[in-house]
């Protein structure tokens, strides 16, 4: 299976290609993404990211199959499968004008949600076990292990940044221990925006409101609509606290 992972800020050449003298720069021909993963798997990351003009591109070659190269009248048949992935929640960025709709209905297909790391419970110590083998082999230095007090610090951080921070934590780990052993003064959490406690300081029955909220939005990755869900109360509420910047 050919498959290719494509980051959200690539220009429209090298999802589709150009022709020679496209624009400047252009020296010679060159094939797309699109064309490259044909008769396979393309994979596309962050895909509430693509800038919107893209989007529009995007949505008439899964409609057609067909692409064409930048500068070029010349019409390429394709048959490639498309896996998309995003962070973020499709059905509120088309609320706010974000993404597009039809191109939202064309993607669904079978959608698979991922928890969030936090979430995940003992997912977190395989993924760390993973990193810090990979990153040991990679390195060609010897193999290191958790102690007990390691991992319970792993699973008790809440991860704003995700898989991607559980790995640069491992990895700064395997790098700051003295022995083959990661203890728990080995393992540096540098995440800035981590919940606040409560119950800190005197508020009012209101000011605890919005704090309340804003942990749910954070827990949530400032999904308005699992908040509300989570919290039992409208949408609106919050949208109406957004925009009032009590939130």
């Known amino acids: 299976m050919n498959a290719s992972a494509i980051p959200h800020d690539l220009m429209e050449s090298e999802l589709f290609g150009h022709e020679k003298g496209a624009f400047t720069g252009a020296i010679n021909t060159r ?5 490259e993963a044909s008769g396979g798997t ?8 693509l800038d919107f003009s893209i989007q529009v591109k995007l949505l008439r070659v899964l409609q057609e199959r067909e692409i064409t190269r930048v500068g070029s009248n010349q019409i390429i048949p394709i048959d490639v499968r ?25 993607l669904m297909g079978l959608p698979i949600h991922l928890p969030p790391l936090k979430e995940r419970g003992n997912d977190i110590l395989i993924l760390a076990k993973q990193f810090l083998n990979s990153f040991c082999s990679l390195n060609k230095i010897s193999k290191k292990t958790f ?14 940044g995700n898989v991607r921070e559980l790995k640069a934590v491992v990895e700064l780990a395997a790098v700051m221990t003295s ?3 990661i203890d728990v003064d080995d393992i540096s959490f540098t995440a800035s ?17 919005h704090k309340i909220i804003r942990y749910y939005l954070y827990r949530y990755d400032n999904n ?10 409208g949408k609106s509420t919050i949208y109406c606290l957004l925009k009032e910047g009590k939130l």
């Not at 094939?31 to 064309?35: A, K, L, P, S, V």
């Not at 925006?193 to 409101?209: A, G, N, R, Y």
């Open 179 to 181: 022995n083959d052993l």
């Open 147 to 160: 102690s007990v007090a390691a991992k319970e610090k792993l699973l008790r951080y809440q991860y704003p």
């Open 82 to 106: 498309v896996i998309t992935a995003t962070h973020k929640n499709l059905v509120e960025e088309i609320r706010v004008g974000l993404f597009r709709e039809d191109l939202f209905y064309r």
């Open 31 to 35: 094939i797309g993404r699109f064309e």
């Open 193 to 209: 925006k981590t919940p606040v406690d409560l119950l800190d300081q005197d508020c009012t029955l209101e000011e605890f409101m």
């Open 42 to 49: 393309l994979f596309l990351d962050e895909i509430a990211d």
């Open 224 to 233: 308005v609509i699992e908040t509300a869900k989570k919290l039992d109360i």
